[in-house]
């Protein structure tokens, strides 16, 4: 090698030995490693929230930690593939929302001889003329006619 031009090799090592390129390298690793074991924590407290078995959770932590800290990231995008579209508190807010609305939908009076929407507080049906309720002789409040 000419005598004027430096050696690509020692100008490399002086490079990576150098403290505060090695300081900056072990933080990289440290940060990796964290990142790693917070996306497994990660994985198992999501799989907690959706499913009632208690095995899948250790399963889906054990994944991505099984995976190392240089590939957890297909690991990840496989546990967001096969895991389930509901959490729990999804699922159990969606049965509510249903029961709701059947209990609306049923609350609707129909008339008994005709199907037609009535009231609560109406007499009679106005479209068949049956009678719906009955005032009470003693309190003036609606009765049911089945109730005389």
Excluded at 84 to 95: F, G, Q
Aim: glycine share 4%.
């Amino acid at each position: 090698m000419p005598q004027g031009l430096p050696d690509p090799g020692k100008i490399w090592n002086d490079f990576i030995h150098n403290p505060i390129v090695e300081l900056l390298g072990q933080l990289i690793v440290i940060y990796v490693v964290l990142l790693w074991l917070g996306t497994a924590y990660w994985a198992f407290r999501d799989m907690q929230a959706r499913t009632e078995n208690p095995i899948l959770p250790y399963f889906a932590a054990a994944l991505i930690i099984f995976f190392t800290p240089l590939l957890f990231v297909f690991a990840v995008i496989l546990y967001l593939i096969v895991r389930p579209r509901e959490s729990l508190a999804e699922v159990y807010e969606r049965s509510l929302a249903e029961e709701t609305l059947l209990a609306e939908v049923e609350k609707n009076r129909l008339c008994p001889t005709c199907r037609q929407r009535v009231g609560t507080d109406w007499l009679v049906c106005p479209n068949c003329r049956t009678r719906l309720h009955r005032i009470c002789p003693a309190c003036t409040r609606l009765a049911e006619p089945e109730w005389a």
